[in-house]
């Protein structure tokens, strides 16, 4: 396995809510405002700012599919993007619970 996807599994495992980012996505944006609205405790990483942010980008693409921004994981689930987190709205406030991340 790779370091980046080593690198991101680890996130996902060890974290109740991952948010894979990229500081000027505006879509990105969106995703981060709905999940502080909801007072989550997530972990978000901007892999425009760190130096193996596309590898790490590459390996989510062979994690979950999907290799675009932003990517979202809640209790070790793949969510999705911004849209798939924002259809979610009405039970997000359940599932960050269940997931220990409020």
Do not use: W
């Not at 995703?31 to 989550?40: G, M």
């Not at 405790?41 to 700012?49: A, H, I, M, S, V």
């Amino acid at each position: 396995m790779s370091a980046a996807k080593t690198k991101a599994q680890a996130l996902i495992d060890e974290n109740a809510v991952v948010v894979f980012s990229k500081s000027y996505c505006p879509y990105c944006s969106s995703t981060k405002k709905l999940l502080e609205a909801n007072n989550a405790k997530f972990t978000l990483l901007e892999l425009d700012e760190i130096d193996d942010g596309s590898a790490i980008q590459n390996a989510l693409e062979e994690i979950s599919g999907q290799r675009t921004v932003p990517n979202v994981f809640i209790a070790q689930k793949h969510i999705g993007g911004n849209s798939d987190l924002q259809g979610l709205k009405g039970q997000l406030p359940q599932l960050l619970k269940s997931a220990g991340a409020l």
